[in-house]
T-cell receptor
C-alpha cells in the first residue's frame, strides 16, 4: 500500500463547478498535511496547510480526518486558472523526528474548461 | 526574490557520464532536500541535509551523492549516469524540520540520460 494515495483523475469540470479531491495516508503517526499545487512543467507550490481538523482559504477548503486517515480538498467556483495537478503531501513522523521529510501523493489532475 | 535556484535547467547525458546539479537558496534555510519526479509517481526524496556539513539518505539514494559545504548550497552528483536516472529533479529548502515546516521548491532540472 502506498503511504499517500490520491485519485489521479483527471477531473474535467466546467467553470463555476465545485470539485473535491480525496487523499488517504497510511502512517497514523503523521503530524501535518499539505496540499501543493503544481502547474505543468513547473515546481510544486504550497496551496494550503492542514494541522488540525481543517482549514479554509477563500474558495479552497481542506479537511482532515485523523481517525480515517483521510484528507480532502474542496474547490468552489472553479476558475480556468485552477487547472493544475494537486499534490497531497504528508509530513512523516518517525520516532518523533521527521526532519521535515515529506511524502507526496502522485497528484490529481484538474482541468477546468469554459 | 530569488528563493531557490537550480542549475542547470536542462541537461542531456550519455550513459556513464557524470554531472553535478546545483541548488542555491537565499532564505537562510537550515534544511535542504533533493527530490526526483517521474511520470505517474509522486516526488521521491533522494537525499536531504539538516544543516551545513550534514547529509542523509532519503527514499531513493542509490546512484546519487550530495554535499552541503555551504549553508546556502546543496549539490547533487551523479557519478555514472544511467537511463533510469532520467527524471525531473527538484531541490527544496525549509527553515526547520518541524511538522509545520513548509518546503519551497526550485524550478527543477530536466535530465535525460541516453
Amino acid at each position: 500500500r502506498k503511504e499517500v494515495e490520491q485519485d489521479p483523475g483527471p477531473f474535467n469540470v466546467p467553470e463555476g463547478a465545485t470539485v473535491a479531491f480525496n487523499c488517504t495516508y497510511s502512517n497514523s503517526a503523521s503530524q501535518s498535511f499539505f496540499w501543493y499545487r503544481q502547474d505543468c512543467r513547473k515546481e510544486p507550490k504550497l496551496l494550503m496547510s492542514v494541522y488540525s481538523s481543517g482549514n479554509e482559504d477563500g474558495r479552497f477548503t481542506a479537511q482532515l480526518n485523523r481517525a480515517s486517515q483521510y484528507i480532502s480538498l474542496l474547490i468552489r467556483d472553479s476558475k480556468l486558472s485552477d487547472s493544475a495537478t494537486y499534490l497531497c503531501v504528508v509530513n512523516r513522523a518517525v520516532g518523533g523526528t521527521s526532519y521535515g521529510k515529506l511524502t507526496f501523493g502522485q497528484g490529481t489532475i484538474l482541468t477546468v474548461h469554459p | 526574490n530569488a528563493g531557490v535556484t537550480q542549475t542547470p535547467k536542462f541537461r542531456v547525458l550519455k550513459t556513464g557520464q557524470s554531472m553535478t546539479l546545483l541548488c542555491a537558496q537565499d532564505m537562510n534555510h537550515e534544511y535542504m532536500y533533493w527530490y526526483r519526479q517521474d511520470p505517474g509517481m509522486g516526488l521521491r526524496l533522494i537525499h536531504y541535509s539538516v544543516g551545513e556539513g550534514t547529509t542523509a539518505k532519503g527514499e531513493v539514494p542509490d546512484g546519487y551523492n550530495v554535499s552541503r559545504l555551504k549553508k546556502q548550497n546543496f549539490l547533487l552528483g551523479l557519478e555514472s549516469a544511467a537511463p533510469s536516472q532520467t527524471s525531473v529533479y527538484f531541490c527544496a529548502s525549509s527553515y526547520s524540520g518541524g511538522p509545520k515546516n513548509i518546503q519551497y521548491f526550485g524550478a527543477g532540472t530536466r535530465l535525460s540520460v541516453l
